[in-house]
């Protein structure tokens, strides 16, 4: 069983950069998948962002590919989201989750369905 808490959201301006965090719990199993996610006031969730935890996969969102980094700390089960160059539509609760893994034949990286544990979501607010 997994816990996972997002933490690093909060209030940016236009352009400006935020780095979010994933922090994993529990019994980590061998190989387990992480995704990032946010939802808007009266929208659906997106996926963004997806990685294995060996850091074999990465994979984008077409909508954040070259703005958005995934990526994972090295001693820690912990997790980041690198925003850059961020919008007024990005602002949103994001969300991490995670999935444990057997086979990587079904892996889908960004899509909701796909995982079974999820964080409490820290918001972002992209505004001047």
């Known amino acids: 069983q997994l816990q996972l808490v997002e933490s690093g959201g909060g209030l940016v301006q236009p352009g400006g950069s935020l780095r979010l965090s994933c922090d994993v719990s529990g019994t980590t199993p061998n190989y387990y998948a992480i995704g990032w996610f946010r939802q808007a006031p009266g929208k659906e969730r997106e996926g963004l962002s997806g990685m294995s935890s060996s850091r074999r996969y990465t994979d984008y969102a077409p909508s954040v590919k070259g703005r958005f980094t995934i990526s994972k700390d090295n001693a820690k089960d912990t997790f980041y989201l690198s925003m850059n160059n961020l919008k007024p539509e990005d602002t949103a609760v994001y969300y991490c989750?995670?999935?444990?893994?057997?086979?990587?034949?079904?892996?889908?990286?960004?899509?909701?369905?796909?995982?079974?544990?999820w964080g409490q979501g820290t918001p972002v607010t992209v505004s001047s």
């Open positions: 989750a995670a999935k444990a893994v057997s086979t990587w034949s079904d892996y889908l990286p960004y899509y909701d369905s796909y995982y079974d544990y």
